[in-house]
């Protein structure tokens, strides 16, 4: 199966320092998805959860990665970062493979 997203090492060493210091049950996985829709598009998620029945099991670098299987096509093409400046940090979300918008 095809992995839809990928992540960035910073994010990836995140959220691994994310389970090792904030008491994430041991049976919880990495949760990516999506919420919203309609006229303000889609909002993308990231957290912990134990794995549903209507999950998709992935792997990246040795973590588990649940995704719902109706978010998947959502996903695809979506690269996760995480970004630390001197005023704000947290993770990205970038497709590129969606076209840019060109105002007229």
């Known amino acids: 199966m095809v992995m839809p997203?990928?992540?960035s090492t910073k994010a990836l060493d995140e959220i691994k320092?994310?389970?090792?210091?904030?008491?994430i049950?041991?049976?919880y996985r990495l949760?990516?998805?999506?919420?919203?829709?309609?006229?303000?598009g889609v909002s993308y998620m990231?957290?912990?959860d134990k794995a549903k029945e209507e999950d998709k099991v992935f792997e990246w670098e040795g973590l588990e990665i649940l995704i719902e299987k109706?978010?998947?096509m959502f996903l695809m093409g979506m690269h996760i970062d995480?970004?630390?400046g001197s005023d704000s940090r947290g993770f990205t979300f970038v497709n590129s493979d969606l076209p840019k918008r060109h105002d007229a």
């Open 31 to 40: 949760r990516v998805g999506v919420k919203g829709g309609g006229c303000g």
């Open 25 to 27: 049950p041991g049976e």
């Open 17 to 23: 320092n994310i389970i090792a210091h904030k008491n």
């Open 82 to 84: 995480f970004f630390e």
């Open 70 to 72: 109706k978010h998947v």
């Open 46 to 48: 990231l957290g912990f």
């Open 5 to 7: 997203i990928s992540i």
